[in-house]
């Protein structure tokens, strides 16, 4: 099976792993990785993404280690437009998070416009955090959490007070 999904992934954390985790379980995995134009367009809040090459290499690490360790194929591609690569011909599976299903559903319908079969959306939940809030890289870059979902030092102090 040939699996795809996409994102910014700055900075990976256990959320994103849980995404790459699925995708190689069910084959081998293209990952669309934003380009620097289209990454500030995919973002709420305001804060700085690193470049493309950055976040590449951190992604090409993670996804090595998970592939190899499954015995699969994997492939990074540059986004450049919102549907990304799903809409080609040649997958079998969208991996999604649960914000991203509808533009999974929305992928789907262009698929059916352009003649293809429509792909199965793969739903991955959410990760929470050790203070029951989703891991998500805003919170990480506003210092919150780390990559696993840890409070930091200075939120800590603040969770058990509450």
């Known amino acids: 099976m040939n699996v795809a999904l996409g994102g910014t992934f700055d900075p990976v954390h256990d959320g994103h792993?849980?995404?790459?985790?699925?995708?190689?379980?069910?084959?081998?995995?293209?990952?669309?990785?934003?380009?620097?134009?289209?990454?500030?367009?995919?973002?709420?809040?305001?804060?700085?993404?690193?470049?493309?090459?950055?976040?590449?290499a951190d992604l090409d690490a993670e996804l090595f280690r998970l592939a190899a360790d499954a015995e699969r194929e994997y492939t990074i591609r540059r986004l450049d437009k919102p549907t990304g690569i799903a809409t080609e011909a040649g997958f079998d599976y969208?991996?999604?998070?649960?914000?991203?299903?509808?533009?999974?559903?929305?992928?789907?319908?262009?698929?059916?416009?352009?003649?293809?079969?429509?792909?199965?959306?793969?739903?991955?939940?959410?990760?929470?955090?050790?203070?029951?809030?989703?891991?998500?890289?805003?919170?990480?870059?506003?210092?919150?959490?780390d990559e696993h979902g840890n409070l930091t030092p200075e939120r800590q102090g603040r969770s058990s007070a509450t």
């Open 94 to 145: 969208l991996i999604v998070s649960p914000e991203t299903e509808t533009g999974g559903k929305r992928i789907n319908e262009i698929r059916r416009e352009r003649g293809l079969e429509p792909l199965t959306l793969e739903v991955v939940d959410h990760v929470y955090a050790e203070d029951g809030e989703i891991i998500s890289s805003t919170r990480i870059v506003r210092g919150e959490i």
């Open 17 to 56: 792993r849980a995404l790459f985790e699925r995708a190689i379980e069910l084959g081998d995995v293209t990952v669309g990785l934003t380009s620097d134009d289209l990454a500030p367009k995919t973002r709420h809040d305001e804060r700085h993404v690193r470049s493309y090459e950055e976040r590449k």
